[in-house]
């Protein structure tokens, strides 16, 4: 028995397969030295930690089939060894009665890489010759089509390739037989047939004009036995300068029919271009500028210059371009119209400019609303100011009243004793009678300074952002600040005078574009957090100093100058604000910028 062993065992060292004997347990009781070369010496471990390098059983592990009697024969691929191996794997009944499963290995990756490049080369040139655009055949001598692609298929209008296979060529496909022929004559008298012109019929009978490109198929003894070749559909190039024409008319259509002006000229500012609506807002006749007029004369003096030199800046995306410059044009009536141009040179193949287009838009209606929503933000300012002065206004006449009254008492006292008939008691009823005007005139400045009791109604505070942002858009432009909005679109509404709001985001916002005189970022989000609503304002301007950060909201503390506010307006958002049941804070370093953070109670939300 032992020499039957040993016997074995050099028979599975000699083969150049790897072999590999498991137990019932899954550990290793033999490996071949090929087993070993590839897997490494995995004797009394588990297969899987040495055959897959896992530390449980396979997921799609067999052996319970080979220990159940059954023989296995499998292709897999084994990542430890970076091999393709064809695995039979057999149970072998040891003496005891118990089971082993015998593996062995048989390295087939060579086969495999063959036979998956034999694939690939023959899916490449299937491939290659199913997904050509153009029609390819393979056709005999005797006039049958031996072979041919989809898109020949689709363009004669078969969806069988079996019927295809089985038409005549002369006679089904041409619509003259004898051209057939002399294809048949020229392409064996040449080799090869380029670019033929053709006539041929779908299989419904339509005409289709077509270029036939082909050469002759030879045996190994040299005789022709057929052709091969392409055909590409004429009709499509037709259709396409048919497209292509009626897409410069379209297109042309879009130009005179744009809402903007639409105009262009050579390099030397002759007008080449004027479209409908640059008739309609400048004035003048197409008829009378193509050709005839310099664009210099409908800008102002040295205004055309001008936008050529910034069109030719990097200010833009690309050289070359400008993108809505704030410009003006003289009318031919000699008024003046006002709004936006983008325009952009024109180059050629090589690069050289050959004219130049612009288009404009008339903005006089909306230069008009900014305008009146300038003097409304202005009236809005004025309006705080008021508020403010009659707040302290009211603040002063209360902390002059206690004293005034005091005062009051005190002369009335005295009266009880001077004398009436003593000159120091009309000295007092008139002391005492002015301080009854005064404190009369400080009464009347109470009401007359008490804030209006506001309208409050539940608003919502995206609106009132956008709104308030809309008053300041142009002007950020101007100043190159850049506006960033992120604002929620789940934010629930609050409770709030709508007018006292925006008091607030206006006082902010102007604070926000002084603090960034050369340009910069106002972020503005919005979001909700604990049952409020939280509004973040950011700027990257000049920050605020820290011994300034606690005085801020402080009545008439200022570090502007008296030109530009007199202190009131955070100390008037501070008190809106609050009286909101809500709260603002600021943070901000100098040169870094600020932020203010400002929360209000979310409108019924359960306290």
Known sequence: MKNDLQRLIAIFEAMADGVCIVNQDLTIEFMNSVMVEKFCDGIGTKCYKTLENRNKICTNCEAARVFNGETLHQEVYNKIADKFYDIVEVPLKNDDGTLSKLSIFRDISLKKKQEEKLKASEE?????????????????????????????????????????????????????????????????????????????????????????????????????????????????????????????????????????????????????????????????????????????????????????????????DRKGLLKFYPVVFVKQDGTIAEGNLSASIVYDENHNEIATVGIFTDLKERLE?????????????????????????????????????????????????????????????????????????????????????????????????????????????????????????????????????????????NNAGDAMPAGGTLAVETNTAGGEIVIEISDTGLGIKEENINKIFDAFFTTKSSVKGVGLGLSVCYGFIV????????????????????TLPIHNHPQ
């Open 124 to 316: 490449h040139y299937r491939r290659l010759f199913e997904l050509v655009g153009c029609g390819v055949f393979i056709s005999s001598k005797e006039g049958k089509f031996l072979d041919a692609n989809l898109a020949l298929l689709e363009m004669l209008g078969y969806s069988n390739r079996e019927e295809f296979l089985r038409i005549d060529i002369a006679h089904d496909l041409y619509i003259r037989p004898e051209d057939r022929q002399s294809f048949v004559e020229t392409i064996e008298r040449e080799g090869n047939v380029i670019d033929l012109d053709v006539e041929f019929k779908k299989r419904d009978g339509t005409p289709i004009p077509a270029l036939l490109t082909g050469h002759v198929r030879f045996d190994h003894k040299g005789n022709v036995t057929g052709y091969e070749g392409i055909i590409v559909d004429q009709t499509l190039r037709k259709q396409m300068e048919r497209e292509v024409r009626e897409t410069n008319d379209f297109l042309n259509n879009i130009i005179h029919s744009s809402a903007n002006s639409i105009m262009a000229t050579d390099m030397k500012g002759t007008i080449i271009l004027w479209n409908q609506s640059a008739e309609e807002i400048l004035g003048y006749k197409t008829k009378d500028v193509v050709g005839k007029l310099n664009i210099t004369k409908v800008y102002p003096e040295g205004m055309a210059k001008k936008v050529m030199e910034k069109i030719r800046t990097n200010e833009n």
């Open 369 to 509: 609303m900014e305008r009146r929503l300038k003097t409304t933000q202005e009236q809005l300012l004025q309006s705080e100011k008021l508020a403010a002065m009659g707040r302290l206004t009211s603040q002063i006449a209360h902390e002059l009243n206690n004293p005034l009254y005091g005062i009051m008492n005190t002369l009335e006292l005295m009266k009880t004793e001077i004398s009436p008939d003593n000159k120091r008691r009309k000295l007092l009823e008139m002391a005492l009678s002015e301080i009854v005007r005064l404190s009369e005139l400080l009464r009347k400045m109470l009401t007359f300074s008490k804030p209006d009791q506001k309208e409050k109604q539940p608003v919502d505070i995206n609106t009132i952002l956008d709104e308030m942002l809309l008053l300041h858009k142009k002007q950020f432009r101007e100043n190159d600040i850049i506006i960033s909005m992120t604002l929620s679109s789940e934010l629930e509404l609050v409770y709030a005078s709508k007018n006292q709001l925006r008091q607030v985001f206006l006082n902010i916002f």
């Open 579 to 598: 009286e909101h049941g809500g709260d603002i804070k600021v943070e901000s370093k100098e040169g870094s910028g600020t932020k203010f953070t400002i």
